[in-house]
Structure formats: C-alpha cells, structure tokens
C-alpha cells in the first residue's frame, strides 16, 4: 500500500486541476484566434499562465489506451516551468510536445503536498491529459490513482528561487474523459523541471479564481 505523504481518499477529488487547465486553454485560444498587433500581444499573458519557458525539461512516459504512445520529449524541444499551483497546495507540473497519431498535447501534473525545493517519497499526483485543439482531455479526478515515488529537488539558481526537480512516477488507474467512454493510462513517468517559486506559470494569475467552486 502506498505510504501517502497526506491521508488520501477514494472519494474523486474536485476537478479543478482539470477545469482551470481547460479554461485557461480555452483564454488563450480566444484571444490567439483575434486578429491584429493587439490581441496577439493580449494573448502571451494566457499562454504564460500554464507554459512559461524553462531553460531545460523532460518527460518520458508510456500511455495506453486512447492513446497509445511512448513518450519522450526532451531537449531540444522546449519545455515549461514548473511552479506552485494557484491554491498553493502543491506543484504544478507543464510539459508540451506531440505524436503523429494525436498531434499537439499537453500534460499537466499536479503534486503534491509539495513546496519548490523539498524533496520526497510518495508524492500523491493528479493527471490531466488536453489533445490540444480538439477540446478532448482526459484527468485522473482524484489523488489515489498516480502517484510519484521519489521527487527530488536541488538548487539550480538561488538568486532567482529556482531548483532542478528530478521525479519518477507511476499510474494505477487510467485518466478519464468526462463521460467516462474513452480512457488514457499512464503506466509510468520520468521528469525533470526547473521549478520556481516565485514568477512562473504554477503562481501566474488565476483566471478561475473568482469562480465558485462546487460542494465537496
């Protein structure tokens, strides 16, 4: 059984991983799809939210189900910073890159409880999935499905509060869509980060944040 580092439960957990990815998806798509010097210049704030450029990142990862792929998105390909998510309750975790059969996706991990800088086993995980441009996405709901088994984080550069975050993990239940009809596995995943405290996509300005959030 695993050793959580918070006690967790089988009851799915809110959401709001998930709904704040897709909404803030759906600001930048809005504004990126306007025309003129103006709302393209509009449209960088909402992209930055969830993928500020890092100087290095990876993922290596095995999917299984609707989508089948092994993944391994490194350098050259640029990756995005990882930072604290909005409610404070752990790391967020960006990663972008492609397959032939899916075209553009994104991976979000949610971490936590986990601050930048700390070190730990047993890491509770949230997935969500975006095939980016379809309106398909696929999220775990809960933090009893994936988790990591180490995550380590070492000083990359203290004057700017950032640190290098190296992390395996693992998925023993699939991501799900909303109907439930179509399914994504994540067998396994490797990561690396650079993760920040202060600047970076995870504590960017939550256009969500106003919204009301539904009863446990």
């Known amino acids: 059984m695993v050793n959580w ?3 967790s439960s089988s009851r799915p957990a809110r959401p709001t991983e998930a709904r704040r990815v897709l909404l803030l998806l759906a600001l930048s798509s809005t504004l990126c799809s306007a025309t003129g010097t103006a ?3 509009a449209a960088q704030p909402a992209a930055t939210v969830l993928c500020e450029p890092a100087e290095a990142g990876s993922l290596r990862a095995r999917l299984k189900g609707a989508i089948d792929a092994d993944l391994d998105w490194h350098a050259p390909q640029p990756q995005c910073r990882g930072g604290q998510r909005p ?3 752990g790391l967020r975790l960006v990663y972008r890159g492609s397959t032939p059969a899916t075209g553009p996706l994104l991976i979000v991990l949610g971490a936590g409880p986990l601050r930048p800088g700390q070190s730990a086993r047993h890491v509770p995980v949230n997935l969500t999935l975006v095939r980016e441009g379809t309106g398909e996405f696929f999220a775990t709901q809960g933090d ?3 988790a990591f088994d180490e995550v380590r984080q070492v000083p990359e550069d203290a004057a700017r509060g950032l640190y290098r ?3 395996r993990g693992y998925c ?3 991501a799900r869509t909303v109907d439930g ?3 994504v596995l994540v067998s396994s995943f490797d990561v690396t980060a650079v993760v920040g ?3 970076t996509a995870g504590t960017a300005p939550d256009p969500t944040a106003t919204r009301p959030e539904p009863p446990p």
Do not use: F, I, Y
Request: charged share 35%; aromatic share 0%.
């Open 197 to 199: 405290t202060e600047g």
């Open 181 to 183: 009809a179509r399914s």
């Open 144 to 146: 009893d499905k994936c």
């Open 5 to 7: 580092l918070a006690r």
């Open 39 to 41: 709302a393209d210049q």
């Open 172 to 174: 023993t239940q699939p």
């Open 165 to 167: 975050l190296e992390g």
């Open 87 to 89: 409610d404070g309750a």
